[in-house]
């Protein structure tokens, strides 16, 4: 039962442009939303996260949105740098328990 | 301040052994998280322990088991090892206060052959 749900397993952006990642959640108890970053060979970081009672969280060029009635969570990057090419993942902790979608492939193209 | 360091960074092991991954967190972080990473489920969560106590787990069998020392440090054990444990380990720590600001190790790489 697969309770975070990222559907596009890869994602090409033109470097400059808006990239928007896409996160879809079943449990609507869920007390917050995250998302890390994640290079080839290293460990997860942390990018930004969003408490449950609001709707938007920006930090710098990454900003999230959650639509509650939609059961829906997006990340958006601007503008997107090289830098940015990773994988992404979605989050969810509820009760100190994080639940990890399966990612999002982000390439960032020239 | 160190970051979190797992080891070993690679093993291989064959089918029926055992395996010990260990982790440090960062100096200060009591939370200690562990989680499997493989190509096709992604990252899922095994266990975290607090203060040496496990204080929740995820949907592994008994075969998967930690541990955690009072300085913080943490073992994984994984007992009569299958092919499909061929994973990526990764261990993480959080402060009490800023759990969800999770730092994650490099990871052990576990071959099972």
């Known amino acids: 039962d697969q309770q975070v749900k990222q559907n596009s397993p890869s994602l090409s952006v033109q470097e400059g442009r808006i990239s928007i990642l896409n996160c879809d959640y079943t449990n609507s108890m869920f007390d917050y939303f995250l998302w890390y970053k994640k290079y080839p060979a290293e460990g997860p970081t942390f990018l930004i996260s969003?408490?449950?009672?609001?709707d938007k969280n920006e930090d710098g060029r990454f900003t999230v949105f959650l639509n509650k009635s939609a059961k829906h969570l997006s990340l958006h990057i601007v503008p997107s740098q090289p830098g940015d090419s990773a994988v992404y993942f979605c989050a969810t902790n509820r009760d100190d328990k994080i639940i990890f979608g399966k990612g999002t492939r982000l390439h960032i193209l020239p | 301040k160190a970051g979190v360091t797992q080891t070993p960074r690679y093993l291989i092991k064959t089918r029926g052994q055992q395996v010990t991954l260990s982790c440090s967190p960062i100096?200060?972080?009591?939370?200690v998280s562990w989680y499997q990473q493989t190509p096709g489920q992604g990252l899922q969560f095994l266990f975290e322990?607090?203060?040496?106590?496990?204080?929740n787990k995820g949907n592994f069998p008994g075969r998967f088991s930690g541990r955690q020392f009072s300085n913080s440090r943490s073992e994984m054990n994984v007992s009569t090892l299958e092919l499909g444990d061929s994973a990526l380990y990764l261990c993480?720590?959080?402060?009490?206060?800023?759990?969800?600001?999770?730092?994650f190790g490099p990871g052990t790489r576990l071959t099972v052959l």
């Open positions: 993480a720590s959080s402060s009490y206060r800023s759990y969800n600001e999770q730092f």
């Open positions: 100096s200060g972080h009591r939370s």
């Open positions: 969003i408490s449950s009672i609001k």
């Open positions: 322990y607090f203060s040496e106590t496990q204080r």
